[in-house]
């Protein structure tokens, strides 16, 4: 920044406003241009004696550099000095001997005026000196700070993950995820808003959120100092206030890169972490939180400041970067008011589309607060720079992997009144997908979250808008290729009502499948859990067409059986509760299933279906969960539903039964 800093302080400790400028860039400002300073015989000497005194540990190319590029000033297009560094000082055909203190310079009325090259007294270079290092050195720290807070932010999921991979026993690790990881931070609520308006996080999460802000206030105050008696401040409380509103400001910057990060669908942590999408979106609103009190508070700072301090904020306030600077805030605020829970779920739409604008506005008030003000100088906009990349990288991707299913038409079947069957023939997905529907609104850029119904059942395009379903073979069989991906949805206000009015149209839908998400693309997957020698058995339970997402998993376990053979006394079983029987029919039609009486098995899976009547979830888990065999434990449904598997299954967990959760849920 002030490399070398005694060159910095020399330059700063020339008064220029004693030159005599002619030139109309500097009466215009008020102050020397980067044209006078170029040109002004008596500065350039001034400085040029100043560093051949100051910096004689340093070699003459060193100097040369700093006085071709920071004479002029600091911005980005200004003219080179007149004369080289050693041109100047050849020049010069004596020492200075007049202070620059002004007590044996030239009086033009009462305006000091510097015609010949000035002494900078020691006094005056001591002061910039000073000012100029403790500046710099804190400086360093805000980056360095940041820079900590970036890289820890990604790692700690990355290691936590990987702390799965140690050799513990089964039982300590059991007990750790009962009681430390899964379970609520208290209350029994996480999938269901408390109040309609808070999310409570896991203990696992709130563990990685308390981190995060504990950090962010710990790096908000260290490696800050005062200069004592700073030139550039009239107290040294003042210094410590703007070091701090820097310091928040920089970290505030590192956190908008941590914000796009966790929020993006191609989060390169959801590649290397077990970690699941909504845990990252959790965490990406606490630190969008976060980032937003920071701006505030570097705001409210400078705000204080320039109406305490300097009395300058009549002036500065009218200023280009002030103004941006207002502007990122406000939309910084605005985000966390137009995000609350309420409206994100009965409001998606409107919520998508505030939430992009309010964050394109953020971020180039950022930019603008930063590059009008500093001209690119001090490498405060590479922070932004890198979120725009995070962000630029996941809508690339995104846009990628719906390009590369091109355009297809989906074919929508009414299977009651809230349920509908969407068929998307050659359609070659897995897991979860988003789905753009290019016809029911003109806002194509809206896509909507889907699990694939996993099924190798064909069917046709006349099939898929009521001509029937064929017969399924009821023994299982090894699956061929799939003819298409099946999504089933249930009717609710917004995109899945346009959806539902289609139904039954033999032109289908135009749509875009940006697929697939999920577990294939996972280092460290658990979203398709694996069985093991400690795991040997899966127990689903499903609501409604959270079927979807259990569909896969029975696929996996019919696997496992094939290659690890079938243990002794295993467990299989589907738990499904659903209030229509017509989705049942539409399920069980496209699935190899069998029936013995009031027995039903989807090939190796024995499922217990509840029409109309709540599961009872702890019945179910105390009855199926062992302390001799391992179980796993498959959730999706209602948040509700979700909510109680994960606390009757975590209190069993701290009680001894062998456990591994698997929630599926997507989180808006």
């Not at 330059?11 to 109309?24: E, G, V």
């Not at 000082?89 to 203190?101: D, F, Q, V, W």
């Not at 194509?444 to 064909?458: G, K, Y």
């Not at 290659?563 to 399920?587: C, H, I, N, Y």
Request: proline share 4%; glycine share 6%; charged share 15%.
């Amino acid at each position: 920044m002030f490399s070398p800093l005694c060159a910095a302080a020399c330059y700063n400790s020339i008064d220029s406003s004693m030159l005599s400028c002619n030139d109309t860039a500097s009466a215009d400002a008020g102050a020397p241009s980067p044209y006078c300073l170029a040109n002004n015989d008596p500065y350039l000497e001034t400085l040029a004696y100043c560093m051949s005194q100051r910096c004689a540990d340093y070699d003459a190319a060193t100097l040369e550099a700093y006085f071709q590029t920071n004479a002029p000033g600091n911005y980005v297009d200004q003219p080179a000095p007149k004369w080289t560094y050693q041109e100047t000082l050849m020049k010069m055909t004596a020492a200075p001997n007049a202070s620059s203190s002004g007590s044996d310079m030239e009086m033009a009325g009462m305006v000091m005026v510097m015609d010949t090259p000035v002494l900078v007294d020691d006094a005056t270079y001591q002061l910039q000196y000073r000012t100029l290092g403790t500046f710099e050195e804190v400086e360093i720290n805000h980056e360095r700070y940041g820079l900590v807070l970036l890289a820890s932010g990604a790692a700690i999921p990355v290691a936590a993950s990987l702390l799965r991979l140690l050799p513990l026993p089964v039982k300590l690790t059991n007990w750790v995820y009962g009681a430390l990881i899964n379970p609520p931070l208290f209350g029994s609520y996480h999938a269901v808003p408390v109040l309609g308006v808070a999310i409570i996080p896991t203990r696992g999460q709130a563990i990685f959120i308390l981190y995060l802000i504990v950090v962010n206030a710990v790096l908000s105050f260290v490696g800050i100092w005062s200069a004592s008696s700073s030139s550039w401040y009239s107290s040294d409380d003042e210094e410590i206030a703007i070091y701090i509103s820097n310091r928040v400001g920089v970290l505030s910057f590192a956190n908008l890169v941590l914000v796009f990060l966790f929020s993006s669908r191609n989060n390169f942590l959801l590649w290397l972490t077990n970690w699941s999408s909504s845990t990252f979106l959790l965490a990406h609103r606490w630190v969008a939180l976060i980032c937003a009190v920071q701006a505030m508070l570097h705001s409210a700072i400078y705000l204080y400041d320039r109406k305490v301090f300097t009395g300058t904020y009549d002036v500065q306030s009218q200023e280009p970067f002030w103004i941006w600077g207002i502007v990122a805030t406000v939309a910084a605020t605005a985000i966390l008011f137009a995000s609350v829970v309420p409206l994100r779920r009965r409001l998606y739409e409107v919520f998508l589309v505030t939430h992009i604008v309010l964050a394109v506005l953020m971020v180039v008030g950022c930019y603008q607060h930063i590059v009008v003000h500093f001209q690119n100088v001090y490498g405060y906009e590479l922070w932004i720079y890198l979120a725009i990349a995070v962000w630029v990288f996941d809508r690339a991707v995104r846009l990628a992997r719906a390009l590369k299913n091109g355009v297809r038409r989906a074919y929508v079947t009414k299977v009651d009144d809230d349920y509908f069957r969407v068929d998307i023939p050659s359609l070659d997905c897995s897991g979860q997908v988003y789905i753009y529907f290019l016809t029911l609104s003109v806002r194509v850029w809206e896509n909507h979250p889907f699990s694939v119904f996993s099924t190798s059942a064909r069917f046709t395009a006349e099939q898929a808008v009521g001509g029937g379903e064929k017969e399924v073979d009821p023994k299982p069989t090894v699956p061929a290729k799939p003819s298409g991906a099946t999504f089933f949805i249930k009717k609710q206000g917004g995109m899945t009502a346009l959806v539902a009015a289609a139904a039954g149209s033999a032109s289908g839908l135009l749509v875009l499948v940006e697929s697939s998400y999920g577990s294939s693309g996972k280092l460290l997957q658990e979203d398709v859990p694996e069985v093991s020698v400690q795991y040997p058995n899966i127990v689903c339970i499903a609501g409604g067409v959270g079927i979807t997402a259990i569909m896969p998993v029975l696929e996996r376990g019919q696997t496992a059986i094939k290659t690890m053979g079938q243990p002794t006394s295993t467990t299989r079983k589907l738990f499904w509760g659903v209030r229509s029987g017509e989705l049942v029919d539409a399920v069980q039609s496209a699935v190899a299933s069998e029936t013995d009486g009031e027995c039903v098995r989807w090939g190796s899976f024995d499922v217990e279906i509840s029409i109309g009547k709540r599961l009872d979830i702890q019945k179910i888990l105390e009855a199926e969960l062992r302390s001799d065999q391992g179980t796993i434990v498959v959730v999706c449904g209602p948040g509700s539903m979700s909510d109680e598997v994960r606390v009757v299954s975590s209190r069993l967990a701290r009680a001894g039964a062998l456990v591994k959760l698997v929630e599926h849920a997507w989180v808006l």
